[in-house]
């Protein structure tokens, strides 16, 4: 479908700019997902292309770089960029956020979607470390720096700290979802109770524009655009993963479906680690 940017040179002024966003959504120094993006966004604004339709493969990511995606599309609408999201086989948490920038989404009818939610766990192994013999000792500057501990619960006072984060945390996500589809926030927390549906019952709750495929997102962000030709499609392709990437994000993925969590059908991991 994509066409050969050389054939058709001439063709500027209908020119519609392709990216992909896969996989967990971080922004660390050997997975810099979100950097890598938001650079290709900034080609994108460089480029002058009057519309962006961005295909989301992803169960979701990191609080801050998912705001820092979403922000620079923002940004990016802006400068007169028309934005449509085509959700693929996954689009959960993080990747909702995101999604949420666009000026309509699209979404196939089988796509897992939704996963609103935010979590935060740790696992305390004291125990099976007391078997073995194995004990710690810890100097700390406060006494809620270790409060995630895998060698101790979790006391009263730091669940109500951290359930203050995770309601701040939340209440944010539910205002960009509220704001966006042009719902109350009592109807968002109706359905942003950390579960996944499919595009079809995101559209019956007005998480979505339009049940369709790729092909349809790239018309509507023509019709956005005032494209009348055939619109001409440049994938505006990442760079490709070093080999250090590409094992780490492997062993990433390997990570989570040992812990038993599927990355295609529990939105992980959002927020903090979304769920």
């Known amino acids: 479908m994509l066409k050969n ?8 002024d209908n020119r519609i700019a ?3 966003l896969e996989g967990i959504i971080l922004d660390s120094q050997s997975l810099p997902i979100a950097s890598k993006f938001i650079e290709q966004l900034d080609e994108v ?15 979701g990511g990191t609080v801050g770089a998912s705001q820092e995606i ?4 923002n940004r990016l609408k802006k400068d007169g960029v028309k934005v449509v999201m085509s959700m693929g086989d996954v689009t959960a948490s993080g990747g909702v956020y995101v999604a949420m920038a666009g000026d309509k989404v699209v979404s196939n009818p089988g796509t897992i ?11 305390v192994t004291k125990n099976l470390y007391k078997k073995i013999g194995v004990d710690q000792q810890v ?7 270790d409060m995630l501990s895998s060698m101790r619960y979790l006391s009263m006072q730091e669940k109500k700290l951290l359930q203050s984060l995770i309601d701040s945390t939340y209440e944010q996500f539910i205002k ?29 709750v007005g998480l979505i524009d339009k049940i369709g495929s790729f092909a349809d997102a790239v018309d509507i962000a023509a019709e956005l655009a005032g494209i009348e030709k055939e619109p001409v499609l440049i994938d505006v392709c990442p760079r490709k993963k070093s080999l250090l990437q590409k094992i780490i994000t492997a062993s990433v993925t390997d990570f989570f479906e040992n ?9 992980i991991p959002l927020w903090l680690m979304k769920n």
């Open 45 to 59: 604004k460089k480029k002058k292309y009057k519309a962006l339709v961005i295909k989301l493969n992803t169960p």
């Open 18 to 20: 392709v990216l992909r």
């Open 5 to 12: 940017l050389k054939a058709k040179a001439k063709s500027k």
């Open 113 to 123: 979607t939704g996963s609103i939610g935010v979590i935060i766990k740790t696992n």
């Open 259 to 267: 812990a038993g969590i599927s990355s295609m059908y529990s939105g």
């Open 176 to 204: 960009i979802v509220a704001e966006a589809r042009n719902l109350e926030i009592s109807q968002v927390k109706e359905f942003a109770d950390g579960r996944i549906f499919s595009g079809e019952q995101a559209q019956k």
């Open 139 to 145: 100097i700390k500057s406060g006494q809620h720096k």
């Open 70 to 73: 979403f922000d620079k599309i």
